[in-house]
């Protein structure tokens, strides 16, 4: 059954205009409560609020997916300290800026973190990551430092909030460039020039080429690969993990090997499996912190497993 259209003019002047109003009022509120005090309250709303939303059926199908041998009492416990990380993500967009101020000890710095930050001789590089604790903190963190980076991100629908979640996220500087083939150019640009390119790796890419997660294929985006051997440029894998409320770890592992093989597509596979692999096991010891509500995987994997 094909997919009903919604209202353009229902979006255009009601919701749109609602969901604006409700996120700068959070905004505001969120301020003017201590910033530790604003993540917990986060974190409650998450759990106990968030949570009763029909996409917590869609969380608890991945958790499943993903940990076949756990309870249904293991993903309820999982699913709810997700909603819990994500409220506690949602309201400290208010607070990026003190979060990632190198005077507030909130972002420890950890493994090749610093030789990144204060090393510039290592640009170009391209720094992978996903949806791990407070994935908006690695941009911010890189600005607070003079770090050239350019983040790639996906712009929210609503014209409305699309500013203002700009503003947020470059509160310290840093540049954003939005996924798509305006997004590449400015990719391309920015290790072009001699500088640093954020990406997320694990949201499914329609287009992209079927990797191992979890043990299921995954349509996974293969420009971090691709990008990297046309510039002959390092990647890093940078793990994000919440040490408290509004305060976290970040932790650039050691280089991926860019293969040389003669065969592009095999080369970027290569680097693609062990990006998963490692991908999977940061989550694995930390599943709450990851963003379950993606649907991940292709339909067959689901419907195998319903059946």
Not at 50 to 68: D, G, M, Q, T
Not at 77 to 92: S, T
Not at 199 to 206: A, G, P, Y
Request: charged share 25%; proline share 6%.
């Amino acid at each position: 059954m094909a997919k009903k259209r919604r209202n353009p003019y229902f979006l255009r002047f009601v919701r749109y205009p609602l969901e604006a109003a409700g996120l700068y009022s959070a905004v505001w509120l969120m301020r003017c409560l201590p910033i530790e005090i604003a993540s917990n309250f986060g974190g409650w709303l998450g759990r106990n609020v968030f949570c009763r939303s029909a996409k917590n059926e869609r969380v608890k199908r991945n958790l499943r997916l993903a940990f076949p041998e756990k309870t249904e009492q293991d993903v309820d416990l999982i699913a709810r300290g997700m909603w819990d990380n994500l409220g506690r993500v949602a309201i400290e967009y208010a607070f990026l800026g003190e979060i990632c101020d190198p005077l507030s000890g909130r972002v420890e710095l950890s493994g090749l973190a610093n030789s990144i930050i204060f090393n510039s001789d290592r640009y170009p590089c391209i720094l992978a990551s996903g949806h791990l604790a407070n994935w908006e903190v690695l941009p911010v963190m890189a600005a607070s430092h003079g770090v050239p980076m350019t983040s790639i991100i996906r712009d929210p629908n609503n014209p409305l909030i699309r500013k203002k979640l700009h503003d947020l996220r470059v509160v310290l500087g840093g540049k954003l460039a939005s996924k798509g083939p305006d997004g590449v150019k400015q990719a391309m640009a920015a290790l072009r020039g001699g500088k640093v390119l954020a990406m997320l790796i694990d949201q499914k890419l329609n287009g992209g080429i079927a990797i191992p997660f979890f043990g299921h294929p995954a349509m996974t985006t293969p420009a971090v690969a691709q990008l990297a051997l046309r510039y002959r440029c390092p990647i890093l894998l940078v793990r994000l993990e919440r040490t408290g409320p509004a305060r976290f770890r970040v932790t650039c592992h050691s280089e991926t090997a860019l293969p040389n093989s003669g065969n592009l597509k095999n080369d970027v596979q290569d680097i693609m499996k062990l990006h998963n692999k490692v991908l999977e096991g940061w989550i694995r010891e930390r599943p709450t912190e990851w963003l379950w509500l993606h649907r991940r995987w292709p339909d067959s994997v689901y419907e195998q497993m319903a059946a």
